[in-house]
């Protein structure tokens, strides 16, 4: 028994940054393995946004390696949290969205978890379903089992009130709710990052307040996006999603930092490390870009890209197939072309790459809003990776 729940709490702890508390959850093991009852894993997520990324999925993977050792997962869709707004980490008032925008983020949120979670392991459960029916005299009393005194020792909470910032009453109830949730399921362990951290502790108090065992914690560490600076988040724009297609996702992996790299084999895959170092930080990198690829696509995908990536950076070559725009005169508009082929979202951010030397016509620098087409075509190089020839069909007299 004793080397089983070494196992568990092996496979438990790895990585983790706050483990709450070993005794605790040794504790929990051992009537679990006894009584062949599996514990309950909770995490939850409100789906502010449509799509799972990576900053997700170190999350998702250490919840799929405990599933492997028999237990459940209870994934928590915070559809009823979502329209008060988690305030973790925020400087500033969060935006509520609708119950419309809600409900369509919690559908892609639940199908792209289980390229990850086993579905036979994971019970998804809505939070609304138990507040949806609660009173505001039992909402009341919920408020009533936490202080004031407590909520404020956030520092994000305090900080925005030494700063005169906004802290809404909805924002400042939002752990205590979100916190019920775990009331609600009986959790064993709450899963999150270490952002989360003060809403996890609110859950364990809130189950001691209502005669529970208190839940077990682990907090894992935040990945960081491309930028190397900030966590991975889609607001800030520095993420890869796990349904990018698989050009735009090898090609994100292959700009991140040496550095940042090592973090990324680290929490998103099971690659050795040591084995990884020893080889040139290039082919480290196309190593794990390739293996990323292919888990979450294909390893016939993730050969062409890396194939394709070599040809691109390594020889200098063209990729084949790339898209075509054809212009109706010869000469082109490439704030247009490059709205219009879809390579940005907006003629502005078209504009700013072009006065930022981002482009280039045939292997020379383009720092001009418009170029002339040849009979036979140019090719327009965006970034470092991205391709688009541009035609001209003359128009019939």
Known sequence: MKRVIAEHIKVIAEHATDFISEKEIVRKLAVSLKEKKPLKLKIGFDPTVKDIHLGHVVLLRKLRKIQDLGHIVYMI???????????????????????????ANATTYTDQA?????????????????????????????????????????????????????????????????????VKIKADIEFGGTDQKFN???????????????????????LLGLDGKNKMSKSLGNYIGITEDPNSMFGKIMSISDKLMWEYTKFLTDLDIDSMKAMHPKEAKLKLARHI??????????????????????????????????SDTDVADLAEVLYKSGLVVSKNEARRLIDQNSLSCDGLSVNTPSVKIPSSGIILKVGKRRFIKITYSRRPI
């Open 77 to 103: 869709i915070g559809d009823f949290t979502a329209q008060i707004g988690d305030p973790s980490g925020k400087s500033e008032l969060r935006p509520v969205l609708s119950r419309k925008e809600i409900e």
């Open 114 to 182: 289980f390229k990850i979670l086993h579905r036979k392991n994971t019970k998804i459960l809505f939070n609304s379903q138990w507040y949806k029916n609660m009173s505001a005299s039992d909402f009341i009393k919920l408020l009533s089992r936490y202080t004031v005194a407590r909520m404020i020792e956030r520092d994000d909470f305090s900080k925005r009130m030494k700063e005169n910032k906004p802290l809404t009453m909805q924002e400042f109830v939002y752990p205590l709710v979100q916190g019920y949730d775990s």
């Open 200 to 222: 996890l502790i609110v859950g364990r108090h809130l189950q001691e307040s209502f005669g529970q065992v208190p839940q077990g914690i682990i907090t894992m560490p935040l």
């Open 293 to 326: 690829v292919m888990f979450y696509h294909s390893e016939e995908a993730a050969e062409r890209e890396k194939q394709q990536f070599k040809k691109v950076f390594s020889e200098r070559k063209i990729p084949e197939n790339i898209p075509v725009y054809t």
